[in-house]
């Protein structure tokens, strides 16, 4: 193994380094560095991950996060601190479901008493159901373990709605049937959804919401830390139960970094392969967790369609999954990009070897302004931007382990989504989580350099 160091980096024992730079890990880096501690970042791909951003020009359009849920309080905050406050505006953003493909719209409880698909009772035990577990606030989802979508949904909705109506969700979202996907998630989901819907108000940010990641970034790097984009982590080396080392690789060689403290926040499946040496439990564990590779499509067109819109495609033929048009992100630019909105597709998959992740960019563009056109009329597209998300949300599947964020191995801590299963993922849930890991690594040392404010 290459021993040598990083050259031109201050690396070594007394440094924490964090693997991603997500918002989980980012936001692990920036605490640490407000403790006093030294931190680098290594980072395979763009600073952000879901959280990073097209660059057209000066105008960002977010690859992946779009949205600040009005119920993600932790999000909200950690903007404020940033200082991006003044730039968050709320739009209201009118969902609903494609179908043969046709809008059926699904915002308000009135839309749902007159949702075709199902029949009118079982419409009216959905809108009954909704208004009584919202309104308290509080679901106890520690009731639903070991239950499955299909077997909750059948009970509490009826078998036509789990049919008709969840069945063809959780497809369209995961490739698997609802009988395999965890009941705990899908009504953390659906709460969550429906009470940001009772307000009816979706935030984003002015310029871009990739602003947290860059806005975490600078803060990191203000405090002495490192960033280091374009450079994976192929291993985490463990010995003896502790951590000795990572091998890194950038502008395409390979080195040996001597580290005793690594905070993991890349997806468990990218982590199983850089740590081999993870005792057999808890790399057991981190398997148990499957992730899902997705196809995020982005067309600049030229006129605005339908406006704030997000459309679950329930038509399984359809080149994509769900569908969100959002016209104010190009607020600013119409006129320089000859654009007045953008339309943004998620296909998730059940695994790489499906059609549309073998398509090129260029097919699965076609296809996709074919089958968006079907829908919204005639598109003229003047940008696209095709992202391949190998490893973009875990599979909800029943029973998911807990995964400790202070591991077994001395100087190993985990962050990310994925260690606050079966919530369903939100950036103040990984903010959360990199909150939790910075925490736990300042209890267990000590800082290198005095406290920053
Ligand atoms: C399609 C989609 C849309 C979403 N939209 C929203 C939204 O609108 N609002 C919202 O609040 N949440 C949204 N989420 C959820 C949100 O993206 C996540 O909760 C959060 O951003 C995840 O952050 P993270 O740091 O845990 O993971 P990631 O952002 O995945 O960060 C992990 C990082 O690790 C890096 N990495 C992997 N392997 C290595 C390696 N070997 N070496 C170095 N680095 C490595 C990856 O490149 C990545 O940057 C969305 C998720 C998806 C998939």
């Known amino acids: 193994m290459d021993r040598e160091l990083l050259g031109g980096f201050d690396m070594g024992l007394n440094r924490v380094f964090v693997v991603g730079a997500g918002i989980s890990g980012l936001v692990v880096a920036y605490r640490l560095a407000q403790k006093g501690f030294r931190v680098t970042v290594f980072e395979s791909q763009d600073v952000g991950g879901l959280a990073s951003s097209y660059y057209i020009g000066e105008m960002r359009i977010p690859k992946t996060n779009r949205l600040v849920l009005s119920s993600d309080r ?41 949702f075709k ?102 803060r990191i790097e203000g405090l002495g830390g490192e960033i280091l984009p374009k ?56 398997r148990a967790i499957r992730y899902a590779p997705a196809v995020l499509g982005c067309y600049l067109i030229k006129e605005r369609k339908r406006g704030f819109v997000w459309l679950a495609n329930l038509d399984r033929d359809s080149s994509f999954g769900g569908l969100f048009e959002i016209p104010d992100y190009l607020e600013g630019f119409s006129d ?19 059609k549309l992740w073998r398509m ?24 696209r931007g095709i992202y391949k998300i190998p490893h973009s949300l875990p599979i909800f599947l029943q029973d998911l382990p807990k995964v400790p964020q202070k591991t077994e191995v001395s100087g190993l801590y985990f962050a990310g989504i994925f260690t606050t299963l079966p919530r369903s993922p939100t950036m103040g849930l990984a903010a959360e989580s990199g909150e939790r890991a910075a925490e736990l690594v300042a209890q267990d040392l000590k800082p290198q350099r005095p406290t920053n404010p």
């Not at 932790?74 to 730039?87: A, P, S, V």
């Not at 040996?256 to 926040?265: D, G, L, M, R």
């Not at 320089?336 to 499906?354: F, H």
């Open 360 to 383: 090129s960019e260029e097919e699965i563009a076609e296809a996709q302004i074919r089958d968006i056109a079907e829908i919204f009329g005639e598109v003229e597209v003047v940008w």
């Open 117 to 218: 698909l199902i029949n009118f009772w079982d419409r009216v035990r959905f809108a009954t159901f909704l208004l009584r577990t919202i309104l308290p606030l509080s679901y106890d989802l520690s009731k639903l373990e070991g239950l499955s979508v299909r077997e909750w949904a059948v009970e509490e909705l009826g078998q036509e709605i789990a049919d008709k109506l969840i069945e063809p969700l959780i497809l369209t979202k995961f490739g698997l049937s609802s009988d395999q996907i965890s009941a705990a998630w899908f009504l953390d989901r659906l709460l969550s959804e429906s009470r940001t819907r009772i307000r009816n108000r979706w935030g984003f940010i002015r310029g871009g919401i990739g602003q947290v990641a860059e806005k975490l970034a600078e």
């Open 336 to 354: 320089t990009l000859g654009a007045s909105s953008v339309v943004q597709t998620t296909t998730y998959l059940e695994s790489e070897g499906e």
């Open 74 to 114: 932790k999000t909200q905050k950690l903007i404020k601190e940033l200082g991006l406050w003044k730039r968050v505006f709320w739009r209201p953003l009118k969902s609903g479901i494609i179908y043969e493909r046709e809008i059926h719209p699904l915002s308000s409880p009135l839309d749902l008493l007159r």
């Open 231 to 286: 450079t994976p982590v192929d291993e985490v080396v463990i010995k003896e139960g502790e951590v000795r080392g990572l091998r890194v690789r950038r502008g395409g060689e390979e080195k040996f970094v001597e580290a005793s403290v690594v905070v993991a926040t890349a997806p468990p499946p990218a982590l199983c392969e850089m740590m081999p040496d993870l005792p057999k439990e808890l790399s057991k564990m981190l």
